[in-house]
Each structure stands twice: as C-alpha cells, then as structure tokens.
C-alpha cells in the first residue's frame, strides 16, 4: 500500500522559513516524479513545485519561484519543501503527491496545514 | 500558463439526477494529459480520471470523462450520496501543472 505522510508544518511568521517532510512508503520512490501541491483555506487546488526521479530538474509556480526549493533524498523515501520568505498569502495545507507512470497522479498524502500569521 | 475554466462554479442536484462538469483549457491540452479529481471536505483528493477518459482503478462507472484538445466534461450519470463534493480538472503541459478552480456539486 502506498503511503505519503507529510510532516513539518506550523504556525510561522512572515518572513520566516519552514521545511516540509514527505515520507513515502509502498512503492519505489526513486522511480516516480514528485509534487507538492497546496490548498489555502476554503480555496481550490494549486500545483506548487515539481522534482524529477534524481532530483536533477524542478519546476516551480511563479508565485513560490526564487523562494521555495523541492528537493529529495532518494535514499531515506523522503521529499521535501524547503519555503523561505513566508508570506501570510502562503498559508494553506500542503499535499505531497506521487506522479505515477503516463503522469497519473494517483497517490496523495493526507496534506500538513501551514499557517503564516504574526 | 494553460488557464483551466470549470463550469458551473456550483451545481444544486438531487441524488438519482445526472450531472454534467465543463473544464475549458485557454490552451490545447498535450496528449490529452487531462484529469479529473473529487474532493471532500478534510480530505485529499481522490483521481477520478486519467487521460481526459480513463477511469482511475476503483471507480465507478456512473463516472465518464471526454473531450479532447480543449473542452472537457466529466458526467457522473445518476448521483449517488457519496457524489455531493468538489471536483476539481488538472492538466499537465511540459513541467507545467494547472488545476481548474472546481465545481461545488451540492444536495439541492
């Protein structure tokens, strides 16, 4: 069974930096694309930043660009989102999502809720 | 940026009645790479369909999807309680992802 379990978020200042954890289980992790994707309170679905299988190319939404950096650790199953530069319009529950083959997005995790507030 | 525009922004049906769910890309959708994902409330969302009409393992097939290039429909044929969620269109162009804004389909 494949398991996605997302894991650092808080109550943050603007400003501030916070690094996600999404720890991934039941499927061979190396293989697969990654996303993060987030969800502001009440709001719909915004695809955030993409990694490929080595983690040599990422993508990024213009409004997290220069501030937030995916990354991963093949080795330990985790992927990460490191953001810097928070800003209260970054609040939301982020969701770590497994790309499976022909792009079929079948796996998500059950999402962490950042909150950037002073 | 491939705009994706979901219409209506809400849909008041009652269970038994069929819906039917427009997604309209402002550019033409690569290879069809066009899903379908049903939300509900304190829950990530659950894939529907794949390929603008593949039905994702495990659903139902009250649940269809078509359309190609730009205009899609997802059309669930008789709604069932469980049905009554937010569904939401996603489409994949060249390390670009973008959802559309959802459709709220609601017990009338």
């Known amino acids: 069974e494949v398991q996605l379990v997302e894991s650092g978020g808080a109550l943050v200042q603007p400003g501030g930096s916070l690094r996600l954890s999404c720890e991934a289980s039941?499927?061979?992790?190396?293989?697969?694309?990654m996303h993060w994707v987030r969800q502001a309170p009440g709001k719909g679905l915004v695809w955030v930043s993409h990694?490929?299988?080595?983690?040599?190319?990422?993508t990024y939404a213009d409004s997290v660009k220069g501030r937030f950096t995916i990354s991963r650790d093949n080795a330990k199953n985790t992927l990460f989102l490191q953001m810097s530069s928070l800003r209260v319009e970054d609040t939301a529950v982020y969701f770590c999502?497994?790309?499976?083959?022909?792009?079929?997005?079948?796996?998500w995790g059950q999402g962490i809720l950042v909150t950037v507030s002073s | 940026e491939n705009v994706l525009t979901q219409s209506p922004g809400t849909l008041s049906l009652s269970p038994g009645e069929r819906a039917t769910l427009s997604c309209r890309a402002s550019?033409?959708?690569?290879?069809?790479?066009l899903a379908w994902f049903q939300q509900k409330p304190g829950q990530a969302p659950r894939l529907l369909i794949h390929?603008?009409?593949s039905r994702a393992t495990g659903i139902p097939d009250r649940f269809t999807g078509s359309g190609s290039g730009t205009d899609f429909t997802l059309t669930i044929s008789r709604l069932e309680p469980e049905d009554f969620a937010v569904y939401y269109c996603?489409?994949?162009?060249?390390?670009?992802?973008?959802f559309g804004q959802g459709t709220n389909v609601e017990i009338k």
């Open positions: 999502v497994r790309d499976g083959p022909n792009y079929v997005w079948y796996d």
């Open positions: 039941g499927f061979s992790f190396g293989r697969d694309w």
């Open positions: 990694i490929d299988r080595d983690g040599s190319v990422t």
């Open positions: 550019q033409s959708v690569k290879n069809n790479y």
């Open positions: 390929g603008a009409s």
């Open positions: 996603q489409q994949y162009g060249g390390s670009l992802w973008t």
